[in-house]
């Protein structure tokens, strides 16, 4: 399988990890039965894959992305611009091993996010050296596909400071996603966002946020619908490529999943 080329055409997916809270007794024959296609997992989903592989591939389901942005915190679990050689040195070496698993399930991209503002004792033009660096490094070791995805209060959250870095890389097999309640964040609205990323664009995460004048701004990963989001900015955006809903809805996940796609006029 060529990077990020899918045993089926694009279609809904879903992270059933974010959206039920747990690893283990995903609801996926009812997600299939929605309308979901894909499913994104997170890094400690592989620990113990025969919780839902087996059920995923029974239902032919195609498990299109590991998520490793949830792991990637700067001072707590690993981060791709830290200035520590040995920190920075341990967190690849955590992901080449998930790349390994990746390439073993046929699982075809990962998702990784840059560090914070900048680390201690560094400026943004060490933090984003460094980070290049790392994602080179990834890169030459897989034909996975590395995406890099903003996140909110960290370098390079705007769209056009994504796609500068990925083209500083340079490397086929690394790219841009984008996670649309983020992009709401940073005040943009998906197909804008989509716009400015172009064709390094490879994949979008899809959940909502509430922007409020004077409010506190917080990733809310909200049901599609329910915040800022605007449906025409969203669907512009996916024009046919993968998405994956990332929403958090641990009372009626079935009800939430079923909800986002009726919004969007795909239930």
């Known amino acids: 399988m060529n990077p990020g080329q899918l045993r089926s055409a694009a279609g809904p997916a879903v992270n059933v990890r974010y959206l039920t809270g747990t690893s283990r007794s995903w609801p996926l024959e009812e997600l299939y039965e929605a309308g979901y296609r894909g499913i994104e997992v997170t890094p400690d989903c592989l620990a113990d894959p025969g919780a839902w592989l087996p059920a995923a591939r029974r239902l032919g389901m195609d498990i299109v992305a590991v998520n490793a942005m949830p792991w990637l915190r700067p001072y707590l679990t690993g981060s791709l611009s830290d200035n520590v050689a040995w920190r920075r040195r341990a967190t690849i070496a955590r992901l080449k091993d998930i790349l390994g698993a990746m390439t073993e399930l046929g699982i075809p991209r990962l998702l990784v996010a840059p560090s914070r503002l900048a680390e201690v004792y560094q400026t943004p033009d060490e933090a984003r050296a460094l980070l290049v660096g790392s994602l080179r490094e990834l890169a030459h070791v897989t034909d996975r596909e590395v995406l890099l995805v903003a996140a909110p209060f960290r370098l390079f959250w705007s769209s056009s400071a994504t796609a500068s870095v990925v083209d500083e890389i340079a490397r086929p097999n690394v790219g841009a996603g984008l996670d649309v309640g983020h992009a709401l964040l940073a005040d943009e609205q998906p197909d804008a966002a989509a716009a400015v990323l172009g064709n390094r664009l490879r994949y979008l995460q899809v959940h909502d946020a509430g922007i409020r004048p004077g409010r506190m701004r917080v990733d809310q990963r909200l049901v599609p619908g329910e915040g800022s989001l605007r ?32 919004w969007l006029g795909e239930g």
Not at 232 to 244: H, I, N
């Open 231 to 262: 449906r025409d900015a969203l669907q512009a955006a996916l024009s046919g490529r993968q998405w994956t809903l990332n929403v958090t809805a641990r009372d009626d996940p079935v009800g939430a999943a079923r909800r986002a796609l009726a």
